[in-house]
């Protein structure tokens, strides 16, 4: 038996579209300022790309079509900041989930206090990024008055050893501050995963004899692969912008020099301004990218919510 749908009343669409409207409108303001902040420039960004456009030589000024960028792919320096850039990334990224899985599993448990441990272990998270920097810049590396050398002082005696840890290792202590920084962000991301577990299935297990590292391995790990999966693209989408960790602990010396930092440098120091507007356009679609691999696994753990 079919059914054939009645058109709506003359004045039911105008009421809709009047609710419609009414509905949409505050959100208006929200919209044009975001396209303000965000677009406007970035359309700038990308006409400034496509010109030759040099502070030092003014008189150069002219269309440049994709010279810019064919400069900044064939540019060994900025192919050097790029493998840098990846080299940084993956390792910040890796790192801060190993760790962090392994806090979220500990903070899965229950115990006296865990509340108060769960917010101090979120607090460098919390930190501002220079802030941060600044900390293990003097703080710790500092090789007359820092942490890691009083350590190996009080536990070798005054004739220990007084590395100098940013000279003698530039990208471990790049890549070690970043990863003190992320770790408390894969923890909550992760022990968010962990609490959306059936409580059910993990009964089961144990009725069943199962171990805690077969539980991890065939039940946990499994559930996590999305929880996972989220927390290195967020990682990446970010860590790839970083520029406050390099900028402060190294300046971009000894071979730390990333993307961000070499796009500063081609701009503020060279004042070549289409070339660095081209790598920056460049390190928006990478992170659109990735941006979009990132929207695509929180749409999938929605709608898994949803239909638990």
């Known amino acids: 038996m079919t059914t054939v749908s009645m058109p709506a009343p003359a004045g039911v669409r105008p009421r ?16 044009l ?8 420039p970035f359309l700038a960004t990308l006409v400034i790309s496509f010109t030759d456009w040099n502070a030092l030589y003014p008189d150069r000024r002219g269309f440049a079509a994709f010279g810019n960028y064919t400069a900044v792919l064939s540019d060994p320096q900025l192919r050097s900041s790029i493998l840098t850039t990846v080299i940084l ?9 190993v760790l962090g899985l392994a806090i979220a599993l500990l903070l899965d ?8 441990v769960r917010t101090m272990l979120i607090a460098p998270f919390l930190v501002v990024p220079v802030a941060a920097a600044l900390l293990w810049k003097h703080a710790l590396y500092n090789p007359e008055y820092g942490l890691f050398n009083g350590i ?17 290792a530039p990208m471990f202590s790049v890549v070690a501050s970043l990863v003190w920084q992320w770790t408390p962000f894969m923890m909550l991301i992760l022990l968010a995963g962990l609490q959306s577990r059936s409580p059910e299935v993990l009964e089961a297990a144990r009725v069943d004899g199962a ?4 539980v991890f391995r065939h039940i946990t790990l499994p559930h996590l692969r999305q929880y996972l999966e989220l ?14 960790a390099v900028f402060t602990i ?22 070549d301004y289409g070339r660095a507007s081209a790598a920056g356009v460049i390190v928006v679609i990478g992170s659109m990218i990735v941006a979009t691999f990132a929207l695509r696994v929180v749409s999938s753990l929605l709608k898994q919510e949803a239909d638990r």
């Open 33 to 40: 300022f975001t396209i303000v902040v965000t677009q406007l």
């Open 250 to 271: 190294t300046a971009g010396g000894l071979g730390t020099a990333n993307l961000p930092y070499t796009i500063y440098q081609t701009f503020y120091q060279a004042h």
């Open 109 to 116: 448990r229950r115990f006296h206090g865990r509340a108060i």
């Open 16 to 31: 809709r579209a009047a609710g419609r409207w009414a509905r949409r409108g505050p959100l208006l303001p929200a919209l």
């Open 89 to 97: 990334t993956v390792s910040v990224v890796l790192v801060s989930l």
């Open 152 to 168: 190996l002082t009080g536990i070798f005696g005054q004739g220990a050893a007084q590395p100098d840890w940013i000279s003698d």
């Open 211 to 214: 171990s805690a590292f077969a």
């Open 231 to 244: 927390g290195a693209l967020l990682g990446c989408i970010y860590i790839v912008q970083n520029f406050d």
